[in-house]
Each structure stands twice: as C-alpha cells, then as structure tokens.
Nanobody, 113 residues
Framework: QVQVVESGGGLVQPGGSLRLSCAAS????????MGWYRQGPGRQRDLVAR???????NYADSVKGRFTISRDNAKNTVYLQMNSLKPEDTAVYIC???????WGQGTQVTVSS
C-alpha cells in the first residue's frame, strides 16, 4: 500500500503565494507520475499539474506561468509552488501518485482578501 499526505494549504490574499508538499510512504518501488488535482465548490476534480519521474510536466492552462510543480525522488515528495494566486484558485488540492494509484485526503487552499 501507498499513502500520500499533503501539507501547506491555508488562507492567502490574492496575489500571494503558497507551497504545497506531498510525501508518499508505504510500499514504494517506483513512481512514474505524481501530481496535483483540485476540486472547488460545485466543480469536478480537475488536473492542476503533474510530473513524471524523469521531470516531464503538464499544467492546466489556468495555472501556466503561475504554478510550478517539482519532485524530490529521493524523498518521494512532490511540491507545488503557487504564485500570483487568484480567488478562483480556491479549492481542495489533492495529491496523486501512481503506480499504484493513490489519492491524498486533500488540503484546503483559500484565496481571499
């Protein structure tokens, strides 16, 4: 089994920054893909960013140029640096790991003045 635990969420003003962390633990042999999804009020869970074990990345169009995903393979940890935050970024941010597929519990990010 694999578990992922997120941290770093909170309340921030528009234009501010947060860094999310997600640490994987358990029966880990190799992670091909880690990433972040988010689910806002009344919205489905959507991809924010993902990164492969070799460093290839994908971003949602809405966060390109503002968010940066990175990973530390030795620590089995993925990060999401979020800059220039907007109120529409408010959501529960959920860490994703595969294989095997595993989802975190999520961490709340609220962008409000």
């Amino acid at each position: 089994q694999v578990q992922v635990v997120e941290s770093g969420g909170g309340l921030v003003q528009p234009g501010g920054s947060l860094r999310l962390s997600c640490a994987a633990s358990g029966k880990i042999f190799a992670s091909h893909l880690m990433g972040w999804y988010r689910q806002g009020p009344g919205r489905q869970r959507d991809l924010v960013a993902r990164i492969t074990s070799t460093g290839s990345t994908n971003y949602a169009d809405s966060v390109k140029g503002r968010f940066t995903i990175s990973r530390d393979n030795a620590k089995n940890t993925v990060y999401l640096q979020m800059n220039s935050l907007k109120p529409e970024d408010t959501a529960v941010y959920i860490c994703y790991y595969s294989p095997p597929e595993c989802w975190g519990q999520g961490t709340q990010v609220t962008v409000s003045s």
